[in-house]
């Protein structure tokens, strides 16, 4: 019992001793790591079919915040809400990039876009706000040939079809205080574009066969004050720019570019760029 004792004692003692000078506490607070996305403003997401109920292989994005989700991961979703089967059977495309500037294309699998789906966005695994959209194609369009976005507008002064051919006058105008110069783009497999004189621009892409006249595909195109900046390698689609004869090749608030037009045929030739002058 003794002996117990002393060893119960000398064992406190040394705890109580050698331990109290050995050990140290050190008092914290404790460390918290939250996640979280990177952006909380919405992504556009935008697809352009070059024709109404055409394909499309990529998207464009905008709205990316470079500054916080820069070099990050981005994956887009385009999905069909009214799906069932879950979500492997709803997604309709998808691809990935990253977050390099404010917009970005994302190359996706081949799939008709309609205002119908949505999309989802996902960047660096967080899911953020998202805006779809489709951009309808344009059958006639003005836009600034210099890039800086400035605005114009094609106004149709006459339209004419006939057998094997039709025709579209027109001039441009601009609520831009600085001239700048223009491009107008048509679309001639486009419908359903107003013209006035309650006809549409342009007939089809072929054109439909018509009394006495069979099923055309229009491979000449004859112009009036411009040049043409496409080839036959780009129809149904052709771009336009004053001809570089000085008068006409710029437009601005009270300088519209006037007397422009060009004519399609199922004969004659395609013109090539060596008509522009600038």
């Keep these: 019992?003794?002996?117990?004792?002393?060893?119960?004692?000398?064992?406190v003692g040394g705890v109580g001793g050698a331990g109290a000078a050995a050990?140290?506490?050190?008092?914290?607070?404790?460390?918290?790591?939250?996640?979280?996305?990177c952006q909380s403003s919405p992504v556009t997401v935008t697809a352009a079919p070059p024709?109404?109920?055409?394909?499309?292989?990529?998207?464009?994005?905008?709205?990316?915040?470079?500054?916080?989700?820069?070099?990050?991961?981005?994956?887009v979703e385009v999905v069909d809400p009214t799906a069932t089967g879950g979500w492997s059977s709803a997604v309709r495309a998808?691809?990935?990039?990253?977050?390099?500037?404010?917009?970005?294309?994302?190359?996706?699998?081949s799939f008709v876009p309609t205002g119908a789906l949505t999309a989802r966005v996902v960047i660096d695994g967080w899911t953020v706000p998202s805006a779809w959209s489709v951009t309808a194609a344009v059958g006639l369009r003005c836009v600034d040939a210099t890039g800086l976005?400035?605005?114009?507008?094609?106004?149709?002064?006459?339209?004419?079809?006939?057998?094997?051919?039709?025709?579209?006058?027109f001039h441009v105008v601009s609520t831009s205080l600085l001239p700048f110069r223009y491009e107008v783009q048509a679309d001639l497999s486009a419908t359903g574009l107003d013209v006035g004189a309650r006809q549409d621009a342009f007939p089809g892409w072929p054109v439909p066969a018509s009394p006495g006249h069979p099923t055309w595909y229009p491979v000449g195109v004859r112009l009036t004050n411009a040049c043409i900046v496409t080839s036959a390698?780009?129809?149904?689609?052709?771009?336009?720019?004053?001809?570089?004869?000085?008068?006409?090749?710029?437009?601005?608030?009270g300088w519209p570019a006037r007397a422009l037009g060009f004519q399609v045929d199922d004969t004659a030739t395609f013109p090539s760029g060596a008509g522009c002058h600038w």
Aim: charged residues 15%; hydrophobic residues 50%; glycine residues 14%.
């Design 1 to 11: 019992m003794l002996l117990v004792a002393a060893f119960t004692a000398a064992l």
């Design 23 to 37: 050990l140290t506490v050190h008092a914290g607070g404790a460390q918290a790591l939250v996640l979280g996305r």
């Design 51 to 75: 024709e109404a109920g055409a394909a499309v292989t990529s998207l464009a994005l905008a709205g990316l915040d470079t500054a916080a989700c820069g070099g990050r991961p981005v994956r």
């Design 94 to 109: 998808s691809g990935t990039t990253t977050v390099e500037a404010a917009a970005a294309t994302v190359a996706t699998d």
């Design 149 to 169: 976005g400035r605005s114009c507008t094609v106004v149709v002064d006459r339209y004419q079809v006939w057998h094997g051919g039709y025709r579209l006058d």
């Design 233 to 253: 390698g780009d129809l149904p689609v052709i771009a336009l720019r004053g001809a570089g004869t000085g008068w006409n090749d710029l437009v601005a608030l």
